[in-house]
């Protein structure tokens, strides 16, 4: 499994918004899919709402990827 960072400006970020910045999909329609189908989890649950926040220390799994959000 590899690990990724993603840094944000801002407090939170959204869940697709996330997937798109780390480059494990290739655009907001693939990440609208992905998690629908119930393929992400935060924080190791899986969670279905692409509008999501997501906050630094929260940690993302998409198929191999953990992504890890910091600022």
């Known amino acids: 499994m ?15 918004q996330a997937l798109k910045l780390a480059g494990v999909v290739e655009d907001g329609v693939e990440a609208k899919y992905a998690i629908q189908d119930g393929l992400v989890q935060v924080n190791g649950e899986v969670d279905q709402r ?7 220390g929260d940690v993302i799994t998409f198929e191999d990827q953990k992504i890890k959000v910091i600022r």
């Open 2 to 16: 590899n690990d990724l960072e993603i840094k944000i400006r801002d407090e939170f970020i959204k869940l697709g």
């Open 50 to 56: 692409r509008g999501r926040k997501v906050y630094e």
